[in-house]
C-alpha cells in the first residue's frame, strides 16, 4: 500500500479549517461570557491539539495564554483518565498554567468505537477573581496559597454531567461567585462548539486523513522555522534587562539570556543561565510562561502563512536555570510572572534578536501590563464586585515606522474595557482616559505614547497595582531614546496632591479617591 500524498492546497485548506474551530472557540466564549473582563477585554485563549496533546491551531488570541496552554494539556492529559463526556479542569501554574485567576478546560474528543481521545480542545480564560488575599487575586502576595484557589488537574464535567461538587467547591472560596458560575458556563459551551466542530471535520476528511493532515501541518511549520532561522546570521547573541523590584524587597532582578543561532539546520538555544534567582514576591515565572514568550518571538519572526503549532519549537533548545525568576519552584507566588515577567523576557529576548538582525526588531515597548485590581461592594446592588483590567500602553518603534500609540503589545493581546462598559458594571466614574502625549522615545522612528487614565471610586475598595517600568525604562534601539516610565498615583477626597505610589501595592481607598495612572511609552528607533 502506498503512503498518502500530501497535497498543499489540502493541507492550507485544514490549517484554516481547525484555525476557524478555535476561532469559534473563541466568539462563542465571548458572546455568552458574564464578565466584562472576558466579555469587553476578550482575556481569553482557546486552542486545538491532536491526540498526543500537541498543539495544531489557535486563536488569535492571548500570546501568554497560547504559548504555554500546551503544558497544562499535557498535565491533564497524564493526570486523566478520559471518558466520552468528560471535560477536565485546571488554573496550577506548576502544571502548565500561567496564574492562578487563568483557569483553563481541556475536553477530549472522542469518536465512534474508540478507547482514547483523537483530539483535544481546550480554552483558558482570565477571572476577575479566583480567591486569595486581594480582590482579583493578583496581589502581592509571599506565597502561592495568598493568590487563590489552586486547582489540580480534575473533571468538572463527567459523562456529559456537570461535577455540581466540584463546581461549589470552586465557586464557595471566590468573591463573585455568580460571575465565576457564568464564565465557567461560557468555557463549558466553547469547548463543546469545539468538539463538534471537530466532528464535522472528520465527518468530511475521515479519521485517518485528519491524523496524517495534523502531521504534515506541525512538520509544515517546523520547516517554516527552520527555514526563517537559516536565514539569519549564525553567532552568540546575548542582552540583559531588569525588572523593578518584587514588590517586596527595593532590589531591581536580572534577566539575562544569550541565543545561539545555528543556520545550518536552523537550530536555536535559548539560554537564560545569569538570571536572577526566584524571588518572595509574585513576579516569579514558571517555565510555561518563558517557553511562551520564545514561542511567541518565533512567530513573530515567521510570516503570517506560517501555522501555529507544536512544530515551531521543535527547532529550539530552552535552558531555564530551575529555581530561577524565569523557572520558579512551588510554593512561589506567580500571578506577576505572567503578566510582567513575560513581556521582560519577550524584552530581553527582542533586544537579543536586535543584535543578529537590527532592522527587524523593535525597540522596547512599554514592557509591563500595568495591572490593576479592585474589589468592594457595589453600593447600587449590595453585592460584591472585582475588577480587573490591563492598560495599555507604547510600541517601540521600529525601522521605517514610528511605534503605535495607546496599545496592547507582546504577550497580551487584550482590548480595553469601553468607559460605557466600565460605570455600568463597576462604582466607578472615568475621569479622564487619552494618550500619554510626548511619552514615546524620540529618535529617527518615534516611540508610541502610553496613555493616560483616571478613575474614581464611588464606594470604598480595596486597590490593588502591579505594574513595572518605574525603574528601568523601556530601552530604544540604534541610538533612539528609552520612552517615559510609567507612574502611579491617588489623589484623595478633598486633597490637591497626588500620593505617588509604587508599581505593586495594595491599599483601601475611599469614596471620592482618584486613581491617576500613566502608561510608559515605547522606545525610539535611532538617531534623531
Not at 475521515?206 to 504534515?216: H, K, T, Y
Not at 531588569?242 to 539575562?256: H, S
Not at 522615545?441 to 502610553?450: I, L
Amino acid at each position: 500500500m502506498m503512503d498518502p500524498v500530501l497535497d498543499p492546497i489540502e493541507l492550507v485548506i485544514f490549517q484554516n479549517a481547525v484555525h476557524s474551530i478555535a476561532e469559534e472557540m473563541g466568539a462563542t466564549l465571548r458572546r455568552t461570557a458574564l464578565s466584562p473582563n472576558i466579555k469587553e477585554r476578550r482575556d481569553y485563549s482557546c486552542a486545538v491539539f491532536d491526540e498526543r496533546a500537541r498543539v495544531i491551531a489557535m486563536g488569535d488570541h492571548m500570546p501568554v495564554h497560547l504559548g504555554s496552554m500546551p503544558m497544562s494539556v499535557e498535565a491533564a492529559v497524564a493526570a486523566i483518565v478520559f471518558e466520552p463526556g468528560d471535560i477536565a479542569i485546571l488554573n496550577d501554574p506548576y502544571a502548565g498554567g500561567t496564574h492562578l485567576p487563568d483557569i483553563t478546560m481541556v475536553l477530549p474528543v472522542f469518536f465512534e468505537g474508540a478507547s482514547r481521545p483523537a483530539f483535544y480542545v481546550s480554552n483558558r480564560a482570565h477571572h476577575a477573581d479566583v480567591g486569595g488575599m486581594f480582590p482579583g487575586s493578583m496581589g502581592p502576595a509571599r506565597e502561592i496559597y495568598q493568590e487563590g484557589l489552586r486547582i489540580p488537574p480534575i473533571r468538572i464535567v463527567r459523562s456529559g454531567r456537570l461535577d455540581r461538587e466540584v463546581l461549589d467547591l470552586i465557586l464557595l472560596n471566590v468573591r463573585t461567585p455568580e460571575e465565576r458560575r457564568g464564565d465557567l458556563d461560557s468555557q463549558i459551551g466553547a469547548c463543546r462548539v469545539g468538539e463538534q466542530r471537530m466532528r464535522d471535520l472528520a465527518a468530511k476528511y475521515g479519521l485517518v486523513r485528519l491524523r496524517f493532515l495534523s502531521e504534515g501541518l506541525l512538520d509544515y511549520s517546523e520547516r517554516l522555522t527552520r527555514a526563517c532561522l537559516h536565514a539569519l546570521p549564525a553567532g552568540r547573541f546575548s542582552a540583559e534587562d531588569w525588572l523593578d523590584d518584587d514588590g517586596v524587597r527595593d532590589e531591581p532582578i536580572r534577566i539575562a539570556v544569550a541565543l545561539t543561532i545555528e543556520p545550518i539546520g536552523g537550530s536555536l538555544q535559548v539560554d537564560f543561565a545569569g538570571s536572577a534567582r526566584q524571588v518572595e514576591g509574585s513576579v516569579n515565572a514558571v517555565r510555561a510562561i518563558t517557553l511562551s514568550a520564545c514561542f511567541y518571538v518565533l512567530r513573530c519572526l515567521l510570516g503570517e502563512e506560517a501555522p501555529a503549532t507544536a512544530g515551531i519549537l521543535r527547532p529550539v533548545t530552552l535552558n531555564t536555570p530551575i529555581g530561577s525568576i524565569v523557572d520558579t519552584k512551588p510554593p512561589a507566588p506567580v500571578a506577576g510572572g505572567n503578566v510582567e515577567t513575560s513581556q521582560r523576557v519577550v524584552d530581553v529576548l527582542l533586544r537579543a534578536l536586535a543584535r543578529a538582525i537590527p532592522y527587524r526588531v523593535p525597540a522596547a515597548s512599554a514592557g509591563t501590563m500595568s495591572n490593576l485590581s479592585i474589589g468592594g461592594v457595589d453600593p447600587r446592588k449590595g453585592e460584591p464586585f472585582t475588577y480587573y483590567e490591563t492598560m495599555a500602553g507604547g510600541m517601540g518603534a521600529r525601522y521605517g515606522l514610528d511605534g503605535i500609540s495607546g496599545v496592547q503589545t507582546h504577550m497580551t493581546n487584550s482590548l480595553n474595557t469601553p468607559v460605557e462598559a466600565l460605570e455600568y458594571a463597576y462604582p466607578f466614574r472615568v475621569r479622564r482616559y487619552g494618550y500619554r502625549y510626548d511619552s514615546g522615545g524620540t529618535g529617527q522612528f518615534r516611540g508610541g505614547d502610553g496613555l493616560v487614565r483616571e478613575i474614581e471610586l464611588l464606594a470604598p475598595a480595596q486597590v490593588t497595582l502591579l505594574a513595572d517600568r518605574r525603574r528601568f525604562a523601556p530601552y530604544g534601539l540604534k541610538g533612539g531614546e528609552p520612552g517615559a516610565f510609567g507612574l502611579l498615583s491617588v489623589i484623595h477626597e478633598g486633597e490637591d496632591k497626588p500620593q505617588l505610589l509604587p508599581g505593586k501595592c495594595s491599599l483601601l481607598l475611599d469614596a471620592g479617591d482618584v486613581l491617576h495612572l500613566e502608561t510608559p511609552g515605547g522606545g525610539g528607533w535611532g538617531k534623531g
